[in-house]
Nanobody, 126 residues
Framework: QVQLVESGGGLVQAGGSLRLSCADS????????MAWFRHAPVKEREFVAA????????GYEDSVRGRFTISRANATNTVYLQMNSLKPEDTAGYYC???????????????????WGQGTQVTVSS
C-alpha cells in the first residue's frame, strides 16, 4: 500500500487561499486515482475532489466546485488541492486517499479508497 502524507493546512481568514499537498515518498502514485475528503466535528467524512491516474478526469463536491482545484504532478509524485475563496464552513481535517481503479476511473465514495493519509487541519476564520 501507498503511504500518504498531507501538508499545507493552516489557519486562514475567510476569502483566503491554501494549497494542500499529498505525497508518497516510498512509491509512485502514477497509477492511482487520488481524492481529497474532509471531516469536520459531528459530521461524516465527505468527498471534496478526485482525479484519475492520468489527470484527464476530475470531480468535485458541489459546494467547492469553482473554488477548489485538484491537480497532480506525477513526475514529483504529488497531488494538490488548491483552495480559493475559503469559507468558515470549509473548516475541517482534510485527508487524501488513493486507489487503483480500472481504466481511467475515480470515485466520490469514501469506501472506494484503501489508502489514506493522516490528514491536515484547515481552519477558516470569519
Amino acid at each position: 500500500q501507498v503511504q500518504l502524507v498531507e501538508s499545507g493546512g493552516g489557519l486562514v481568514q475567510a476569502g483566503g487561499s491554501l494549497r494542500l499537498s499529498c505525497a508518497d515518498s516510498g512509491r509512485t502514485l502514477r497509477s492511482y486515482a487520488m481524492a481529497w475528503f474532509r471531516h469536520a466535528p459531528v459530521k461524516e467524512r465527505e468527498f471534496v475532489a478526485a482525479i484519475n491516474w492520468s489527470g484527464s478526469s476530475t470531480g468535485y463536491e458541489d459546494s467547492v466546485r469553482g473554488r477548489f482545484t485538484i491537480s497532480r504532478a506525477n513526475a514529483t509524485n504529488t497531488v494538490y488541492l488548491q483552495m480559493n475563496s475559503l469559507k468558515p464552513e470549509d473548516t475541517a481535517g482534510y485527508y487524501c486517499a488513493a486507489h487503483r481503479f480500472p481504466g481511467t476511473g475515480w470515485s466520490a465514495s469514501v469506501y472506494s479508497y484503501n489508502s489514506w493519509g493522516q490528514g491536515t487541519q484547515v481552519t477558516v476564520s470569519s
